[in-house]
């Protein structure tokens, strides 16, 4: 009765991507201070085998404003993180979440200001 037996789970099947506690940290800072600003009113999360995504949006009923996408398949080539606008068009693509998040922080910035 003290022996536990792990669940086998079949090779080669990918686990499921997330967000670690510092990058969800980051992000809903920023979701945080978007909604105070007036912009982002809800954000969905995304969790899948190959990709893990943020969605921010104006209203609940529409398309998302910014998806925040961690691609870690991409971490040797373009970098893992990305940034893409509603049309889905990648707006930023970086190795570090900071640089990818700066268009939307300086959007902030100038309606703060």
Avoid: C
Avoid at 27 to 50: F, K, N, T
């Amino acid at each position: 009765m003290g022996t536990v037996t792990p669940f086998p789970s079949p090779r080669g099947v990918p686990t499921q991507i997330g967000f670690e506690r510092i990058e969800l940290t980051r992000i809903l800072d920023l979701y945080g201070r978007m909604v105070s600003a007036g912009m982002w009113r809800d954000y969905a999360i995304e969790l899948g085998q190959d990709a893990a995504i943020f969605a921010a949006f104006r209203r609940a009923a529409e398309r998302p404003e910014f998806r925040i996408e961690k691609r870690p398949a991409l971490r040797n080539r373009q970098g893992m993180w990305a940034l893409v606008n509603e049309a889905g068009v990648v707006l930023k693509r970086g190795h570090e979440l900071g640089p990818v998040l700066a268009p939307v922080e300086r959007r902030l910035m100038k309606l703060v200001d």
